[in-house]
């Protein structure tokens, strides 16, 4: 089994900035077919792909409206993965999650999983962006 953890989440103003992690650990969970992303949902809306990124390191992907304004990044030796955000909107708000993915390519070949192959995910923080 796979467990993902997420923390960081809270209340930031509109502008303001925001870190999140995500732990991950079990049996199951190999870091060097792993890739990991981020994903938010807010009310009454679908969910949205925010960033990924292998955790051997190397390539990076993000949803069109973060670009430029979050970055994901990862701890190898610690299993963990981060997502910095900056410059927050109050659309922004949503419950982000953390998810994993295996990656059948060896680390080096600059594959992630596939936006919709996340199969382990966590439960989710609450970031609330006000004004």
């Known amino acids: 089994q796979v467990q993902l953890v997420e923390s960081g989440g809270g209340q930031v103003q509109i502008g303001g900035s925001l870190k999140l992690s995500c732990a991950a650990s079990?049996?199951?969970?190999?870091?060097?077919?792993?890739?990991m992303a981020w994903f938010r949902q807010a009310p009454g809306k679908e969910r949205e792909f925010v960033a990924a990124?292998?955790?051997?390191?190397?390539?990076?992907d993000y949803g069109d409206s973060v670009k430029g304004r979050f970055t994901i990044s990862e701890n190898y030796a610690r299993n963990k993965v981060y997502l910095q955000m900056n410059n927050l909107n109050s659309e922004e708000m949503a419950v982000y999650y953390c998810?994993?993915?295996?990656?059948?390519?060896?680390?080096?070949?600059?594959?992630?999983?596939?936006?919709?192959?996340?199969?382990?995910w966590g439960q989710g923080t609450q970031v609330t962006v006000s004004s």
């Open positions: 998810a994993a993915g295996r990656v059948k390519e060896p680390p080096g070949y600059g594959r992630l999983p596939y936006r919709n192959a996340y199969v382990y």
């Open positions: 079990g049996r199951s969970f190999n870091r060097n077919e792993m890739g």
């Open positions: 990124a292998r955790l051997t390191g190397g390539v990076t």
